[in-house]
């Protein structure tokens, strides 16, 4: 099995920055496509940000796209996301996926591994 654990969460005004890391253990999990995704209350889980092993292809949400941007370094087993000019909207609890498949995905489905997340509250 593959453990990840989210970390760097908390309070920040709108406007300010906050920087995600996602660290791995247990299993390797070979070539594994990454990825954040965020849930708010009330609503479904949506894909942020997603990365290839390689960290050479990314994919971003639109509504975070220039404001955000998603890293990774296979030595340390660490993904992170930095979150720059965030908004209240972008409060919601965010987590941390990897899944063996070739592409960086947006369905949560295709992702096997999950943390147990972190929360971001972005007031106003």
């Known amino acids: 099995q593959v453990q990840l654990v989210e970390s760097g969460g908390g309070l920040v005004q709108a406007g300010g920055s906050l920087r995600l890391s996602c660290a791995a253990s247990g299993r390797t999990c070979s070539r594994c496509v990454m990825g954040w995704f965020r849930q708010a209350p009330g609503k479904e889980r949506e894909f942020v940000a997603g990365i290839s092993w390689s960290g050479i292809s990314t994919s971003y949400a639109d509504s975070v796209k220039g404001r955000f941007t998603i890293s990774r370094d296979n030595a340390k087993r660490t993904m992170y996301l930095q979150m720059n000019s965030l908004k209240p909207e972008d409060t919601a609890v965010y987590y941390c996926?990897?899944?063996?498949?070739?592409?960086?995905?947006?369905?949560?489905?295709?992702?096997?591994?999950w943390g147990q997340g972190t929360q971001v509250t972005v007031s106003s």
């Open positions: 996926a990897a899944s063996p498949s070739v592409g960086v995905s947006i369905r949560a489905t295709l992702y096997d591994y």
